[in-house]
């Protein structure tokens, strides 16, 4: 597990993922590294297993390829040689190539965790040499051979035999190599003390197919290891793509269950507390207003204000916890009628005039006239505008001023706007502020603080009505908070009822 450091925990976040990545990275190269040390052929323990893998399936399922070229090249050489001869030879060469062929069922059947990679690669080049040996057999028989045909036969014979060599042994080189040698060598010795211009002739042609033929080999090799290589890096990828997707769920499945952990944990404990605070509340408010006589000294009556106060800030901060939770569940059943904007906004004004006036504010509110009823939540719209207002008057200082308008929108909607002559938003804070507990530097600076909830439960109650909220400020130049309801919710005056006509008498 990557280490978390100091820093990290101070800013509540998990480990860089760039600096995961790069631990990664380094463990997997140091482990390749490692394995390529502790490798004969310089890669990995993984790739020359599968090197070898490939080598033994590519001769199993070559086996009937070589059955027939054998004996095709047997039944042939019966126009130059005796039969006892060529079923010499060619029981030979079947029998070097069962004996690979049964090496390489062993290697398969064998566990990959317990396979010694360099006995067995030993082994399978021993009989890829006894192999060649008995292909370049052949060569013996025909050396007594003279006639001219004889001669073109064996070399394509064995050139066959070569390109067969290769195409199923390239994954191991020092196999090839060893198939390969014994041919050469008794094709230099065939030709050796031949003159004649057919033989040189020949002799060259079958160099220089030898030597592409290594150069073939060398390069079915490389290919063959970046195909391995490509391949382990995708299964590499998916095994991370489906470690990420574990993590994933199960994050996913934890975060359900602190969600519903807190769903309960909201449900219990809103009647924990609220049926303490209302009795508080209640007490308080009564000792407050001195219903049974007053206090014997005056500063209890002061105290229970502050009771009383201290109570009703808590209920409410609860309630917004409890409107946002539900909110945010999609819990939030939305009781919906018709309703009027500006009769609500004068509502709200009413409500809140008293605190504006206290701190000789003033509201101006401009509604444009016949404004049609909208179809909504009262509750839930009466909340985000006095939230909305609220914080308007609360940023706002002595003196100042807040402007309300309703209208409509460019697309056939209404909107409310508050607009005060607040301190404002710097720009990169009103995400900050957008968030839940959120507050901006310069508010907590020149106004009293409050829970931070107030703006998440506008957005969020105006997006259940499919709206938008919008939130535009600058520095000592205000703050101006616009929601929108769609056009859908606006309704549409109906059309008045023909008055029934009366009968001529």
């Not at 199993?60 to 005796?82: D, K, M, Q, R, Y």
């Not at 001219?148 to 064995?158: E, I, N, Q, R, W």
């Not at 195409?167 to 198939?179: D, E, F, K, Q, R």
């Not at 839940?436 to 439960?457: C, D, H, N, V, W």
């Amino acid at each position: 597990m990557p280490e978390v450091t100091a820093e990290q925990v101070q800013r509540g976040r998990g480990p860089d993922p760039a600096v995961v990545a790069r631990r990664k990275r380094v463990t997997r190269e140091v482990k390749s590294a490692r394995e390529r040390l502790t490798s004969s052929t310089g890669l990995e323990r993984a790739f020359d297993n599968e090197l070898l893998r490939v080598f033994a399936q590519y001769r199993i399922s070559g086996s009937a390829g070589t059955l027939v070229l054998v004996l095709g090249i047997a039944a042939a050489s019966c126009l130059w040689l005796p039969l006892p001869f060529v079923l010499v030879w060619s029981g030979s060469v079947l029998l070097t190539a069962a004996v690979i062929v049964v090496l390489a069922r062993r290697y398969i059947a064998e566990p990959p965790d317990e396979t010694r990679l360099k006995s067995w690669r030993r082994l399978f080049t021993a009989a890829e040499g006894m192999h060649g040996l008995s292909w370049a057999l052949l060569l013996l028989l025909f050396a007594s051979v003279g006639a001219p045909s004889a001669k073109v036969f064996v070399t394509t014979a064995l050139l066959i035999a070569s390109a067969l060599t290769v195409m199923l042994s390239a994954t191991i080189p020092m196999a090839v190599y060893a198939g390969l040698m014994p041919i050469i060598a008794g094709i230099m010795v065939f030709f050796w003390d031949r003159h004649d211009m057919d033989s040189l002739t020949m002799a060259l042609m079958a160099a220089s197919a030898q030597l592409f033929f290594i150069f073939l080999a060398n390069r079915l090799y490389a290919s063959s290891v970046t195909s391995i290589t490509f391949r382990a890096e995708k299964d590499a990828l998916i095994a991370e793509l489906e470690t990420a997707t574990a993590n994933s769920d199960e994050a996913r499945r934890k975060a359900e269950e602190a969600n519903l952990a807190k769903s309960r944990f909201l449900a219990t404990m809103s009647h924990e507390l609220r049926t303490p605070l209302n009795a508080i509340l209640g007490f308080s408010e009564v000792m407050k207003n001195e219903i049974f006589g007053e206090h014997a000294n005056a500063a209890y009556k002061e105290y229970s204000s502050d009771i009383h106060g201290s109570g009703q800030h808590l209920l409410d901060l609860i309630n917004e916890i409890l409107d946002l939770s539900r909110i945010e569940a999609g819990k939030y059943e939305l009781n919906e009628e018709a309703l009027s904007l500006p009769s609500i906004v004068e509502d709200c004004q009413h409500m809140l005039a008293l605190r504006a006036k206290a701190k000789g504010q003033g509201i101006r509110t401009l509604a444009e006239p016949d404004l049609p009823r909208v179809w909504g939540d009262e509750r839930a719209i009466r909340q985000a505008v006095l939230n909305v207002l609220a914080n308007a008057i609360k940023f706002t200082p002595q003196g100042g001023e807040i402007t309300i308008k309703v209208g409509w929108t460019a697309t056939g909607g209404q909107y409310v706007s508050v607009s005060d002559t607040g301190p404002g938003i710097p720009e990169n804070e009103i995400p900050i502020v957008m968030q839940s507990f959120g507050r901006g530097s310069l508010a907590i600076k020149t106004a009293e603080q409050g829970s931070g909830l107030g703006l998440p439960i506008v957005k969020g109650l105006i997006d259940l009505h499919g709206g938008g909220f919008q939130l535009k400020s600058r520095p000592r130049d205000g703050t101006e908070v616009t929601i929108t309801l769609p056009a859908e919710r606006v309704m549409d005056t109906l059309a008045a009822l023909p008055e029934p006509k009366t009968r001529a008498a």
